[in-house]
C-alpha cells in the first residue's frame, strides 16, 4: 500500500526537487551579478525531468567535504543533467553574463510553477487520505 502512495508521488517529489534546484542556481546567478566573468547557468528542466522519471538521473550524490573532492571533473550536474551556460544575450564589459531582466523573468516563472506543483501535491495527498479514510 505504502509503495503505491510513494509511486503516486514520485512525479511531483522529481518535480519539486528539480524545481528547487533550479531556483538555486538562478539565485546564484542574481547573486553573481556584479562578478567579473561570471557566467549565467541553467538547466534544460525537461530534458532533465525526463532523464530522471526514465531512471538515468536522479541518483544520490556522495557527500563530500571539499567542493570537487568525489567528482570526476565532470562539471556541476542537477539530478545526473549537466548544468548549462545561458546564451547571452548581451554581453558585459567585465565578461560577465547575467542579464538582471531574464534572470527575473525566471526566477519569477519558476517561483510560480513550484508553487503550483505543491498546490498540486497538496491535493493529490488530499484525494489519497480522502481515499484510505473511505
Do not use: C, W
Amino acid at each position: 500500500m505504502v509503495s503505491k502512495i510513494d509511486s503516486a508521488l514520485q512525479f511531483n517529489r522529481t518535480v519539486l526537487n528539480l524545481r528547487s534546484a533550479r531556483q538555486e542556481l538562478i539565485a546564484s546567478n542574481i547573486a553573481n551579478v556584479d562578478t567579473p566573468n561570471y557566467k549565467a547557468k541553467d538547466i534544460d528542466f525537461a530534458k532533465t525531468l525526463q532523464g530522471a522519471m526514465s531512471g538515468n538521473g536522479a541518483k544520490l550524490q556522495m557527500a563530500g567535504t571539499v567542493p570537487h573532492h568525489l567528482s570526476s571533473g565532470t562539471g556541476e550536474n542537477v539530478m545526473g543533467a549537466p548544468v548549462m551556460f545561458r546564451n547571452v544575450v548581451q554581453p558585459s564589459a567585465d565578461g560577465n553574463t547575467v542579464d538582471m531582466d531574464v534572470e527575473r523573468a525566471q526566477f519569477a516563472d519558476n517561483a510560480l510553477r513550484y508553487e503550483a506543483s505543491v498546490k498540486f501535491v497538496d491535493n493529490q495527498i488530499k484525494s489519497v487520505l480522502t481515499a484510505l479514510q473511505g
